[in-house]
C-alpha cells in the first residue's frame, strides 16, 4: 500500500492535476496520506515585467507614432515648424494677461490614470499607467486619477499595459484599484516634443507613461493646483470667448478665459478647468477689446454655478459653439 501511494503522489506531482487528486479520493483510493501539491497562487504572466524590465519606447512602432501625429490635438505644420515646441499663447483672465497652451479639441470625459502607490497613499517608483493613446477609443487628455496599493509582494514590477494591472491584481502584487475623485491634464504628445515655459528657460520636456505596451511621452500639468476635483463625478468645462470688433471678420488672437490661474491647490470644490467651450462674442459698436475686455467679467454676469444670466454693454451678441477646447494656462512663469 506505501509504495501504491508514493507511486500515485508522484504521478500527480508531475501532472500537477488536482483534479485527478479529487477523482482518486472519491473512487475510493483509501489509505493514501498525500500533502497538497499544488500552489493555489497563479505563478506567472507575460504581462507582468519584471523588476528592472525595459519597456520599449513608442518611437520602435511607426505606425504607433504616425497615430500620435495625427490625433494628438496640435497643429501639425506648425509643430513641425517649431521644432517641435508647442508654443506659448496669450490671452486674458480675470483682468490679467495669462499664457495658455492649445492642445486642440478634447472630449468633455476624462479617462482613467493608474497611480501605484505604497499602504500610506504616497507613489512608489513607477510611471503613470494610462488605458489609452490620442487615436485610441475613449482617450482623452483628462485623466482620473486611480490609486493601485501595492502589497508586500511588490518587487518593482513593471506594468505597461492595463492588462499587466489586472494580472498583477491576480498574482497578488497590487490591490484594488481605488478612484481618488481627482483628475490633472496630461495630454499625450509625439515623440521629440517640448513646451514653452518662458521665464529665460529651455522648452520643458515631457514625462514618461507607460500606455499600450510602450513607454510614451505626456505633459502633467499645472503642478498642485493642476490636480482638481470632479463636479458631482464629472470633470467641469469652462467657457473661452472669441472677441470679434465692429464689422470684423477675423477673431482677434487673444480669447477671454472664464476661469483664472488658481491662486492655490484647491479644496473639495474644484476651482479651475483647462477644457474650455468656445464662445464667439460680436463686441457692440465703438467697442475696442484691447482697452475694454480683459477679463469674462467685461462680458457676461453668471450665476453661482457659472451659466451665463446677462450681457454687459461691451456685447453685441454671442454664440456658444460646440467645440470644446483643451487650453490649459499657465499657472507659474517657466513651469509646465
Known amino acids: 500500500m506505501r509504495a501504491v501511494c508514493a507511486r500515485v503522489a508522484s504521478t500527480l506531482t508531475s501532472i500537477r492535476a488536482r483534479a485527478q487528486l479529487l477523482a482518486l479520493a472519491a473512487a475510493g483510493a483509501a489509505g493514501c496520506l498525500l500533502e497538497p501539491l499544488v500552489d493555489d497562487d497563479v505563478g506567472a504572466s507575460v504581462h507582468v515585467l519584471p523588476p528592472g524590465a525595459v519597456v520599449p519606447r513608442i518611437d520602435d512602432d511607426p505606425e504607433r507614432v504616425h497615430q500620435l501625429t495625427v490625433h494628438d490635438g496640435l497643429d501639425d505644420r506648425a509643430h513641425a515648424e517649431a521644432m517641435g515646441v508647442v508654443p ?6 480675470a483682468g490679467a494677461t495669462v499664457h495658455y497652451w492649445s492642445f486642440g479639441p478634447a472630449p468633455r470625459i476624462g479617462a482613467p490614470a493608474y497611480v501605484l502607490v505604497d499602504a500610506g497613499g504616497a507613489p512608489v517608483d513607477h510611471p503613470y499607467l494610462f488605458d489609452t493613446l490620442p487615436g485610441d477609443p475613449g482617450y482623452s487628455p483628462i485623466r482620473r486619477l486611480v490609486h493601485v496599493p501595492v502589497t508586500a509582494r511588490w518587487r518593482g514590477h513593471r506594468l505597461a499595459t492595463v492588462r499587466a494591472l489586472d494580472d498583477a491584481r491576480e498574482l497578488g502584487l497590487v490591490d484594488e484599484p ?16 517640448t513646451l514653452e515655459v518662458g521665464g529665460g528657460l ?7 507613461v507607460h500606455a499600450g505596451g510602450f513607454r510614451v ?6 503642478g498642485a493646483r493642476g490636480v482638481q476635483p470632479l463636479r458631482s463625478g464629472a470633470v467641469p468645462v469652462g467657457q473661452a470667448s472669441l472677441l470679434r470688433e465692429g464689422m470684423a471678420v477675423a477673431f482677434l488672437p487673444a480669447p477671454v478665459f472664464q476661469y483664472a490661474v488658481p491662486a492655490e491647490p484647491p479644496g473639495m470644490t474644484p476651482t479651475y478647468s483647462p477644457l474650455a467651450t468656445r464662445l464667439e462674442v460680436r463686441l457692440a459698436p465703438g467697442v475696442i477689446a484691447a482697452d475694454e475686455v480683459h477679463g469674462d467679467a467685461d462680458l457676461f454676469t453668471r450665476s453661482a454655478a457659472g451659466a451665463i444670466t446677462a450681457t454687459t454693454a461691451r456685447v453685441a451678441s454671442f454664440e456658444v459653439t460646440e467645440r470644446v477646447e483643451n487650453w490649459p494656462l499657465q499657472f507659474e512663469e517657466g513651469a509646465p
Not at 506659448?88 to 483672465?93: D, E, K, S, V
Not at 481605488?178 to 509625439?190: D, Q
Not at 529651455?202 to 514618461?208: G, R, S
Request: proline share 20%; aromatic share 8%; charged share 10%.
Open 88 to 93: 506659448r499663447r496669450t490671452g486674458w483672465a
Open 178 to 193: 481605488v478612484p481618488t475623485g481627482t483628475w490633472v491634464n496630461a495630454p499625450v504628445v509625439p515623440p521629440g516634443t
Open 202 to 208: 529651455p522648452p520643458a520636456a515631457p514625462v514618461e
Open 217 to 222: 511621452d505626456a505633459f502633467v500639468l499645472g
